[in-house]
């Protein structure tokens, strides 16, 4: 079983900025892959920020240049930096993990529970 807990999220005034963190727990063999995704009312999750093995990153158009993901491969941590932040981005930012648990099993994905940031002045 494979938990990740995300905490940093809170109210901010536009312009502010934020650090998500989400640490993985559980039986982790190695983590392929780690990502933020963000979700507002009524609206389809999306993909804000994802960075894998290798280190390569990706980002949302919408965040490219204000966000920053980076790890902690010894902590098993994933950090979502977030400045110049807009009223759009409010949302829950749900952290997300490729993870294999042994040498021989598949990958496992899995989502922790979410942590709500709010723009607003």
């Known amino acids: 079983q494979v938990q990740l807990v995300e905490s940093g999220g809170g109210l901010v005034q536009p312009g502010g900025s934020l650090r998500l963190s989400c640490a993985a727990s559980?039986?982790?063999?190695?983590?392929?892959?780690m990502a933020w995704h963000r979700q507002a009312p009524g609206k389809q999750r999306e993909l804000v920020a994802s960075?894998?093995?290798?280190?390569?990153?990706n980002y949302a158009d919408s965040v490219k240049g204000r966000f920053t993901i980076s790890r902690d491969n010894a902590k098993n941590t994933v950090y979502l930096q977030m400045s110049s932040l807009k009223p759009d981005d409010t949302a829950v930012y749900y952290c997300?993990?490729?993870?294999?648990?042994?040498?021989?099993?598949?990958?496992?994905?899995?989502w922790g529970q979410g942590t709500q940031v709010t723009v607003s002045s």
């Open positions: 559980g039986s982790i063999f190695s983590i392929l892959a």
């Open positions: 997300y993990a490729t993870t294999r648990t042994s040498w021989f099993a598949p990958p496992t994905n899995t």
């Open positions: 960075i894998l093995n290798a280190g390569s990153t």
